[in-house]
């Protein structure tokens, strides 16, 4: 029989991948409000992914150009980030927080987007 220490490393990936689902959730509850207060949802996809489906009215500021872009964004209003699994929105997450946005969401994949 194997010890419970062999399972930790496998009970710590569900567990992360658990807590990411139910913050993606979180946002996406959110977003009547966010978008009522002026959120902006962008999206930091490629232009080919894009292109390929998006949220209507959603901005495409891919990732690598984000650091750049952001100025084209009001850090007063909620940014909220989405990409196609939620990684490349979660790097654009912390790019803005260090340019000094005050509320910045990490939604997910973009279709979280698509509910409200």
């Known amino acids: 029989m194997d ?11 569900v567990a992360f ?3 990411r689902l139910w913050r993606f959730q979180a946002v996406k509850r959110r977003l ?11 999206d930091v996809r490629s232009p080919g992914e894009f292109a390929g489906g998006n949220r209507p009215g959603s901005i495409n500021i891919p990732l690598d150009e ?5 100025k ?7 940014v909220i980030v ?3 699994s939620g990684t ?7 790019i ?18 698509l509910e409200s």
Do not use: H, Q
Request: proline share 11%; hydrophobic share 50%.
């Open 3 to 13: 010890s419970p220490v062999s399972w930790l490393p496998l009970a710590a990936i």
């Open 17 to 19: 991948f658990a807590w």
């Open 32 to 42: 009547p409000e966010l978008l009522a207060r002026g959120a902006v949802i962008v």
């Open 66 to 70: 984000l650091p750049a872009r952001a």
């Open 72 to 78: 084209e964004l009001d850090p007063s209003k909620p």
């Open 82 to 84: 989405c990409c196609a």
């Open 88 to 94: 490349r929105s979660g790097i654009a997450r912390g």
């Open 96 to 113: 803005l927080m260090a340019k000094g946005f005050r509320e910045v969401l990490n939604a997910g994949p973009w279709t979280n987007t």
